[in-house]
Structures are given as C-alpha cells and as structure tokens.
C-alpha cells in the first residue's frame, strides 16, 4: 500500500501561482508514475498532467505553458506548478500514484482562485 499526501493548496488571486507538493509514503516512488487530476465543484474529476519515471511529461491542452508538474525521487516528491491561475482553476486537486497495475490517490488540497 502506498499512501500519497498533498499539500500546497490555497486561496490565490487570478494571475497568481501556487506549488502543489504530493509525497509518497514507499521507497518505491521513483518507480512510479505519477500525475495530478482536478475536480471543479459540480464537475467530474480531470486529467492536468503525469509524470514518467524517467521524467517524461504530458499536460491536458488547456494546462499546457501554465503548469508544470515535476518529481524529486529523493524526497518522493511530486510537485505541480500553477502559474497564471484563473478563476476556472479552481478546485480539488488529486495526486494519482501508479504502480504494478495498482492505482493510488491522495486526499486532495483545495484550490480557489479569485477574481
């Protein structure tokens, strides 16, 4: 089993950034691929970016050259960067952990930006 807690989120005004921190419980983190997910109130849960072991990224387009997720192994830590947040950015964001076919979340930290 492996546990995964955010941290990072917050208020921010429209423009702002914050930096979301996710940090695996196992050693094994640098084996995992990892991603974040958001879920706007009333909407359903989605995909914003993920992480290879080996460091290769993939964004949802309309994240693209706002966010940037990235990883250090050594603290099994993944972060994700919100610059020029909108008030569309708003919402729970989920650390996804993937390892040998089994699927972790984290708890989620709340975003809410303001206009």
């Known amino acids: 089993q492996v546990q995964l807690v955010e941290s990072g989120g917050g208020l921010v005004q429209a423009g702002g950034s914050l930096r979301l921190s996710c940090t695996a419980s196992r050693n094994i983190f640098s084996a995992m691929a990892m991603g974040w997910y958001r879920q706007a109130p009333g909407k359903q849960r989605e995909y914003v970016a993920t992480i290879t072991p080996d460091r290769s990224t993939n964004y949802a387009d309309s994240m693209k050259g706002r966010f940037t997720i990235s990883r250090d192994n050594a603290k099994n830590t993944v972060y994700l960067q919100l610059n020029s947040l909108k008030p569309e950015d708003t919402g729970v964001y989920y650390c996804?952990?993937?390892?040998?076919?089994?699927?972790?979340w984290g708890q989620g930290t709340q975003v809410t930006v303001s206009s």
């Open positions: 996804n952990g993937q390892w040998l076919g089994n699927n972790y």
